[in-house]
């Protein structure tokens, strides 16, 4: 209760202080800002740390498609059901598709079913 009276507090103080400094200060405030972003070294600087944070996303990026697909093949192998399958789940070299909509055959000729029919 104690911070939240303190909050409160501040917050008050805060909002009448910005109040009498009105938009004068405002514009003041945004000109500096503006000054700041315009300055060549601040530029450079941003457009460092814009490249080494590309770097470190595509760096996490692979990183963690490696540990994906190691953790993939370590659950396919204590699986038991798995330990044959590949991704599509389907066993090794097993590829049977589905017809497409509305074309009544499947891809292995006539019928749809293992039976033929």
Do not use: C, I, W
């Amino acid at each position: 209760m104690r911070y939240r009276v303190t909050f409160l507090a501040g917050f008050a103080v805060g909002f009448v202080v910005g109040a009498r400094a009105g938009r004068e200060r405002y514009e003041q405030l945004m000109k500096a800002a503006r000054r700041t972003a315009d300055n060549p070294a601040v530029q450079q600087a941003a457009a460092a740390v814009q490249a080494k944070a590309a770097g470190l996303a595509n760096t996490a990026t692979h990183k963690v498609a490696g540990q994906l697909q190691d953790g993939m093949t370590s659950a396919r192998n204590k699986v038991p059901g798995l330990r044959n399958r590949e991704s599509n789940g389907h066993a090794e070299g097993d590829h049977h598709y589905a017809a497409a909509p509305g074309t009544g055959n499947s891809a292995h000729g006539a019928g749809s079913r293992p039976d033929g029919t």
